[in-house]
């Protein structure tokens, strides 16, 4: 897009590319407590497009909506990490869940049911969901459980980002792990495959997978909690 006089349009650029801000703040939102605003990731977001837009060399070989992508998810957990937006506390609950399911697991021999967990953390079904909707799943893999000898006690996005010089999503194509991963993904409730499968290969947000299954959004947020758990606790045995 140009101007009349032959130069770039930025603001044209960017108000076409304002949708991919604003999805992959949503997309992102699911991961994070409820204290971050997508509204505020958006802004930033929309930071991270515009320098897209400065650096962007089409001689590089690689789609501009890639390369933004990539510059748009790095300015927002640029911001996040600034913000140290997951707080000691909750990661020790999310360690709490995944402690206690893994416990309940090895006990009964099959995936627990939400009220078995509960019950192993001496919590009621609604106080076990209402933690769940708080934490808010994170990442399925954390570099730290493929890569030993991390400081626990660090910061959350330190710790499970890759420095300019790695590339976590390589690390994923080793074919054990994906194996371990597809199994543990079909190992999941029913329910809450049909949730990873939307959310992670069809890129539906909670919103709109909530809608799917008539439920609330909130809801769909605790399942998608609890099915990380699920998941990071057998890939954690892997």
Not at 101 to 127: C, F, N, T
């Amino acid at each position: 897009m140009y101007t009349a006089k032959g130069q770039l349009d930025r603001n044209a650029l960017l108000q076409q590319h304002a949708p991919l801000v604003r999805r992959i703040a949503h997309h992102m939102i699911a991961k994070l407590p409820p204290n971050v605003e997508v509204d505020d990731l958006i802004q930033v977001g929309m930071i991270g497009l515009n320098e897209a837009l400065s650096r962007f060399e089409a001689s590089q070989g690689v789609q501009f909506e890639t390369f933004a992508s990539q510059r748009i998810r790095g300015a927002m957990l640029d911001e996040l990490r600034g913000g140290d937006w997951m707080s000691r506390s909750s990661r020790k609950s999310q360690k709490d869940i995944e402690q206690a399911l893994r416990r309940v697991e090895q006990k009964l021999g099959r995936s627990p049911l939400e009220s078995e967990i509960a019950a192993e953390m001496d919590m009621s079904l609604q106080d076990y969901q209402s933690l769940l909707g708080k934490v808010r799943g994170t990442q399925l893999v954390y570099l730290e459980d493929i890569r030993p000898g991390e400081d626990d006690e660090g910061s959350f996005l330190d710790r499970h980002m890759a420095d300019e010089d790695a590339d976590p999503v390589a690390l994923l194509r080793d074919q054990r792990i994906r194996s371990s991963l597809v199994q543990a993904i079909e190992s999941l409730p029913e329910r809450e495959q049909y949730i990873m499968g939307m959310y992670y290969e069809q890129d539906m947000n909670l919103k709109e997978i909530a809608a799917v299954l008539g439920v609330t959004e909130s809801r769909v947020c605790q399942l998608h909690s609890q099915a990380i758990a699920r998941l990071r606790t057998k890939m954690r045995a892997h």
